[in-house]
């Protein structure tokens, strides 16, 4: 088991910057490929970006390519979400998510096959 936690969250300025952190224990935390995922209010659970375990892989989704970075800190057992250029539409909880399996592959945008999940942070984007 992976037990994850985010923080980060808040309120934030169009145009502005926040960072997500999610913060692993239990298992090797460099087992894990991490996503992060969001849903707004109403909305389904959506993919944003994931990285391979090494960091050396990432994938976005094209909604947020160009502004958001993923990026993780194996040592600290950490994984991070930067956020540039936020727009109103960001707005949602965000989730971090752990594959379970070192290398991203296909259906890395799926939530269902990530096997350990946060609680999740609210992110909201003021106009």
Same mark, same amino acid.
């Given at each position: 088991?992976?037990?994850? @936690?985010? %923080? ?8 502005? #910057? *926040?960072?997500? %952190? ?31 375990? !090494?960091?050396? !892989? ?22 991070? *979400? ?29 939530? &269902?096959?990530? &096997? ?8 909201? @984007? #003021? %106009?």
């Amino acid at each position: 088991q992976v037990q994850l @936690v985010e %923080s980060g969250g808040g309120l934030v300025q169009a145009e502005g #910057s *926040l960072r997500l %952190s999610c913060v692993a224990s239990g298992r090797t935390f460099s087992d894990n490929a991490m996503g992060w995922f969001r849903q707004a209010p109403g909305m389904e659970r959506e993919f944003v970006g994931a990285t391979s375990w !090494s960091g050396r !892989s990432t994938n976005y989704a094209d909604s947020v390519k160009g502004r958001f970075t993923i990026s993780r800190d194996n040592p600290k057992n950490t994984a991070y *979400l930067q956020m540039n250029r936020v727009k109103p539409e960001d707005t949602a909880v965000y989730y971090c998510a752990g594959r379970g399996t070192p290398l991203l592959n296909s259906g890395y945008a799926d939530a &269902r096959v990530y &096997r350990f999940w946060g609680q999740g942070t609210q992110v909201t @984007v #003021s %106009s």
